[in-house]
């Protein structure tokens, strides 16, 4: 399975991922606070509707409703002994959508952050946190799954966690982080760093990048700074959201248009993304244009960091590959 999805890359050229999956939920009626994998088994015909508004709208790859289905966030909703049962509806819906086109279309398991600190910044232990990864990976992978997707990593035990539940799965795995206002993980991890732990890993995802975050130029600055710091380690992925998140009242609005999505995707494929897509604020109307653009893509040279924010809003801060590489460094001098 990995080489029939990595393949597909290679004969695409590029993959289009979806969109988001909270805030086209909350169109269908969730409400703040909820558990979108309840869904799964009180809307199942709601989460079908999403992901086969994406399959329609050219997407070659959807993820599963499943972002926050391992047993520490699930207990927050008294739903912990569920993991199995949601994360395997999850991927059965998705599965169901993606076989409705006449075309391949690939189920990605999501799954991300545990929501609690792992040691030894936090107090969740690290064994604790690989057996709750495992737990949902294995379920997505019963559920029938192409691949899993761990996605909005900010800290590198986490990351390391995630990696080594996906790697109990026969699945490859994309590992993507989220890249804050300053060029990095809320936990301080440069996007040149993540793939260096990516790199340090027994079993190593076939691609590696950024997702959420901010807006489309940061998600976008840390792809590029990954694949100048790495050419050809691995596939890349950008899957920005859509647009700078804008509060409005006690809501957050991403302010995109379709249009904008689709200079964004024509800009991350240039990065040397092969995978791409949006996330947060993410509808319909932006993936079509998201088709359009990747369809229309003529190779380009890497953007400048000027050219990314002449045409996708302000990059803040992103470090220079040079300094990140020299932390990274002194980052493995001091673990031994
Ligand atoms: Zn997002």
């Known amino acids: 399975m990995s080489e029939s999805f990595v393949s597909a ?3 695409k050229g590029c993959l289009l991922m979806d969109g988001a999956t909270g805030t086209n939920l909350f169109d269908m009626g969730l409400v703040s606070g ?16 999403l992901n086969s508004g994406f ?11 499943s972002f926050g289905g391992n047993a520490m966030r699930l207990k927050l909703h008294g739903a912990e002994n569920r993991v199995a049962e949601l994360n395997e509806k999850s991927a059965e819906i998705a599965r169901s959508a993606a076989e409705q086109g006449d075309r391949k279309v690939f189920v990605a398991g999501s799954i991300g ?3 609690e600190l792992i040691e ?3 107090t969740l232990g690290q064994e604790e946190a690989i057996k709750a990864f495992t737990e949902q990976a294995l ?3 019963r ?6 997707w761990i996605e909005t990593i900010s800290s590198q035990e986490e990351l390391i966690a995630a990696a080594t539940g996906a790697a109990s799965t026969e699945l490859p795995f994309v590992a993507c982080g989220s890249f804050d206002t300053n060029g990095r993980t809320m936990m301080g991890i440069s996007p040149a760093e993540f793939v260096e732990i990516c790199l340090e890993m027994d079993v190593q995802p076939v691609a590696v990048g950024s997702n959420c975050g901010v807006g489309p130029a940061q998600t976008v600055a840390a792809t590029l700074e990954m694949s100048n710091a790495y050419p050809n380690m691995f596939h890349y992925v950008a899957k920005a959201n859509c647009g700078i998140p804008v509060w409005e009242g006690t809501q957050i609005r991403y302010t995109a ?3 904008q999505m689709f200079v964004y995707a024509q800009i991350a494929r240039s990065t040397g993304a092969t995978i791409v897509g949006g996330c947060c604020g993410t509808r319909t109307e932006h993936v079509q244009q998201m088709r359009s653009s990747l369809d229309q893509y003529r190779p380009m040279p890497k953007p400048s960091m000027t050219f990314i924010s002449e045409r996708l809003g302000e990059v803040f801060d992103t470090a220079p590959v040079k300094s990140t590489r020299k932390r990274a460094s002194r980052r493995r001098t001091s673990k031994h």
């Open 120 to 122: 030894p910044v936090g």
């Open 9 to 11: 890359i290679g004969e």
């Open 143 to 148: 559920g029938g799954c192409d691949l899993l």
């Open 55 to 65: 399959v329609q709208a050219g997407s070659d790859v959807v993820l599963t409703n």
């Open 34 to 49: 909820d558990a979108p994998e309840l869904w799964n088994d009180e809307h199942p015909d709601r989460v079908l509707a």
């Open 139 to 141: 379920a997505l992978e």
């Open 257 to 259: 248009t379709p249009e």
């Open 113 to 115: 952050p545990l929501g």
